[in-house]
């Protein structure tokens, strides 16, 4: 029999575990890359304070602390990149299934009261049910005019995010997220288990490096495009947001009245323009 054990990657995204392969040609024993999902802990504190659980997520290792960062923009309990005075990380626990955790160090008191819930969130729900369209228009107001795009342009991003994964191509098995300037030039990518957590991861990294909001870039996600991620995209000013695959209706309600362009399906030589179509020039 092959072996379970699993010998993580030094980079701890994907991990190489031992499997039987039966097929036509009989059984089979080799090696297979498994992307690694383990639990990430985010905690937040001001001068002074103790630290303040805000989060448990499941996701794929690597860039936690643009995750940690980007979640708590995106949630709207970190106002800007000048707030954040320093980002640590360890491990706590036993074992390789231990909680990883960041602790984001802010320059002013972090109040805890403002969470509207304590909650577990899975790489494939990520904070279902918890907000409202009247809550995100709170936090993200309705976007300006923005970038106009050529049809080429779009039809070229899913080639371009898929040439960037490079955890997906040992794996098979990770979510991916990509920024990209109008013009189509890929700016960043990050994978994770989780949608959300790659959008977060993305956004984290823009906060850090000072160029948020995005408001003259696009956001490419390899699956489908929910709630979450439109909610995610208005808060960080995103205004055009595209997907491989299908929204869901409150993305796209989320979407028409933010002012977001949402592009679905895009794949092939084809896609969908479900809202705001005048940023996408189909001549060219």
Not at 129 to 147: H, I, N, Y
Not at 196 to 213: E, F, M
Not at 228 to 252: F, M, N
């Amino acid at each position: 029999m092959a072996r379970r054990d699993v010998a993580p990657t030094p980079g701890r995204e994907a991990a190489s575990v031992g499997v039987v392969v039966m097929g036509q040609e009989g059984v089979s024993e080799r090696a297979d890359w498994i992307v690694v999902e383990e639990p990430l802990e985010i905690r937040a504190r001001g001068p002074g304070q103790e630290p303040t659980s805000v989060a448990v997520t499941m996701r794929t290792p690597g860039h936690d602390a643009e995750l940690a960062v980007g979640f708590l923009y995106t949630e709207g309990l970190v106002g800007s990149r000048a707030e954040i005075v320093s980002t640590g990380d360890w491990h706590a626990g036993r074992g390789p299934r231990g909680c990883n955790i960041v602790e984001v160090v802010l320059d002013r008191p972090f109040d805890g009261s403002a969470l509207k819930r304590n909650f577990f969130a899975t790489s494939s729900c990520g904070v279902c049910g918890k907000a409202t369209l009247d809550q995100v228009a709170v936090r993200a107001p309705r976007l300006e005019p923005g970038p106009v795009v050529g049809r080429s342009v779009l039809l070229s991003l899913p080639e371009a995010l898929r040439r960037g994964q490079a955890v997906f191509e040992r794996t098979g098995g990770l979510h991916a997220a990509g920024l990209f300037d109008a013009d189509g030039t890929l700016l960043a990518v990050r994978e994770d288990v989780g949608r959300h957590n790659a959008v977060d991861k993305l956004v984290g990294h823009a906060l850090l490096a000072g160029t948020v909001p995005l408001a003259w870039r696009i956001l490419l996600v390899s699956g489908r495009t929910s709630f979450e991620i439109l909610q995610k995209a208005a808060v960080a000013g995103v205004p055009i947001v595209c997907a491989v695959s299908a929204p869901s209706t409150l993305a796209i309600s989320v979407a028409e009245r933010l002012g977001i362009t949402l592009v679905g399906f895009l794949r092939g030589a084809s896609f969908n323009v479900y809202t705001h179509a005048a940023r996408v020039d189909p001549q060219r």
